[in-house]
């Protein structure tokens, strides 16, 4: 086992942001749709120069400090965006991003995307350059990772919460895989804060998924490229295929891993639960034989165990080593965040619920942390925002009685997360939202006049299954790898030879991987 453990999931929080404390439904209807050509930008935004210089006041916290300053070659800039894509002439937003340079001679700009909603990426062209060092990707490209609109340093950037909200637990959008109770007047509270502390209801009407796929035509043309060279993780493989959607032919090449699934709606959230569920099941056979085990011997009451010893949380609360609140719905985010990570950083799960026993939530909380990117000065990611904001602008909504139903479902999906209490008082945290859904959906089942492209999926991915993955590249018409092995995204973590020297292959090379490719777990 790693011997800081709880590194592991800070590497991790920007593969997929929020997904594990917050995931979003992708939902609406999966009807063919033509591929579609989004309009030219205006030349005032097209005609800019980046003027990139030293990442100074770029950072939100002490963590991206550090990241930003690991990399002596890093340099940052803004980029200017109409706030409308359809009213060029009104208000302006800004794209913050962070380049490194290619190690040898140029040949062109690899754009990055972490994951999210609401996940900042400056900060992952820093990570990837480091875990790529001696790949031909970073000899041959730029990298370059951006904030997406409301998120991170651009701005402008969303926020929901106050510090005294964050600090008692009360940074809450997750309303379906949660023990908490939701009034309609609770949504419009939110909705008002979240406008309140965002710049006003106009920056929360445009922050799709759409306005970002714009965003990255329009960096591709600042940056002087012909073509969009793209690698995304997680969720910035669902703005990675709707760009392809809408600029099929200014796509170049596209490597897409962890595969969301394009066409599955509120089915792809309950397989997503499902699959955390078998997991936690695996988790727990790996942890039984051991004698310390929080869980026991018996991987088949494993679930039963962890309810014992996490569902007290429900009525006596603990507070962590900064006074925060940890309840059980924070228990429950760290397990989750925990596995999204490999089975060899799996065992802080069983110590956190011994920890939890003895009435010690620290461990458990640094996790939470980690992932969220908060920090105890009150610094650091706004991605608990960001990804209600940008979540309430590609998703379908549901009414109080749809929100009881799915909630109920996903109570039977994935049952070691049940808090016993029924579903009632869940409720869809967009429905007093400022503006309605522009959906990422219906996506098409087959987009025409695409180069090949790349999907790589972990054969036991918890939060992306396989099967997702698999309906991807079949819309895009591509190539799909499959690795063996657990955990979400790989491409970017330099950690499987298999893999680099695939993805290298593609992007450096053009060559896609043959028809049922596959690396062996750590290959």
Not at 153 to 177: I, K, M, N, W
Not at 230 to 248: D, E, K, M, V
Request: glycine share 10%; aromatic share 6%.
């Amino acid at each position: 086992m790693p011997a800081h453990p709880d590194r592991t999931i800070v590497r991790r929080r920007r593969l997929l942001g929020a997904a594990a404390l917050s995931l979003v439904v992708l939902s609406g209807a999966c009807a063919a749709v033509p591929a579609t050509s989004a309009p030219e930008e205006p030349g005032r935004f097209a005609g800019q120069q980046l003027a990139f210089g030293p990442c100074a006041g770029y950072a939100r916290s002490a963590a991206d400090e550090q990241v930003f300053a690991a990399e002596p070659r890093a340099q940052c800039a803004r980029m200017q965006v109409p706030l409308d894509h359809d009213d060029p002439d009104g208000a302006t937003g800004e794209i913050a991003m962070l380049r490194v340079p290619a190690r040898g001679t140029s040949e062109g700009t690899l754009v990055l995307n972490s994951g999210g909603p609401g996940g900042a990426g400056m900060g992952f062209a820093v990570t990837t350059a480091a875990a790529l060092a001696d790949s031909s990707i970073t000899e041959r490209f730029d990298l370059v990772g951006f904030d997406p609109r409301g998120v991170g340093a651009s701005t402008p950037a969303v926020e929901c919460f106050s510090r005294e909200q964050y600090d008692t637990g009360q940074a809450r959008t997750e309303y379906f895989l949660s023990a908490r109770s939701w009034s309609e007047q609770d949504a419009a509270a939110l909705a008002d804060q979240c406008a309140e502390r965002s710049g006003g209801q106009q920056s929360l009407s445009h922050l799709s998924s759409r306005d970002t796929v714009r965003d990255m035509d329009l960096l591709r043309t600042v940056l002087g490229e012909d073509k969009l060279r793209f690698l995304g993780q997680s969720y910035g493989t669902r703005i990675g295929a709707l760009y392809a959607q809408a600029y099929p032919r200014n796509v170049g090449a596209m490597v897409l891993d962890g595969g969301v699934d394009p066409q599955a709606g509120d089915q792809r959230r309950l397989q997503q639960y499902a699959s955390f569920q078998n997991t936690f099941e695996r988790m727990a056979a790996l942890c039984a034989p051991n004698r310390e085990c929080a869980l026991g011997p018996d991987p088949a009451r494993a679930t039963e165990r962890f309810q014992q010893i996490v569902r007290p949380l429900l009525d006596a609360p603990l507070r962590d080593d900064t006074g925060t609140v940890f309840g059980y719905d924070e228990a429950v985010d760290a397990v989750l965040g925990i596995l999204l990570s490999d089975a060899t950083a799996w065992e802080p799960i069983s110590i956190g619920l011994a920890d939890l026993q003895a009435g010690d939530p620290d461990r458990f909380a640094r996790v939470n942390r980690a992932v969220g990117g908060r920090e105890p000065d009150g610094r650091g990611s706004n991605q608990t925002a960001a990804n209600l904001a940008i979540g309430c602008l590609d998703e379908q909504r549901k009414t109080p009685q749809e929100a009881e139903v799915f909630r109920a479902r996903i109570y039977a999906a994935t049952p070691f997360a049940d808090p016993g209490r029924g579903p009632g008082g869940a409720r869809d945290a967009c429905e007093a939202w400022p503006t309605d859904p522009d959906p990422a959906y219906p996506f098409p089942e087959k987009v025409d006049g695409l180069p090949p492209t790349m999907v790589i999926s972990l054969a036991n991915d918890p939060t992306t299954p396989i099967e997702g993955a698999r309906r991807l590249q079949q819309a895009l018409g591509g190539a799909l790898l499959t690795v063996d092995g657990d955990g979400h995204t790989i491409a970017a973590s330099g950690a499987n030879p298999c893999v680099n020297d695939a993805v290298a292959a593609y992007l450096v090379d053009g060559r896609a991987p043959a028809e049922g490719a596959r690396c062996a777990a750590n290959s």
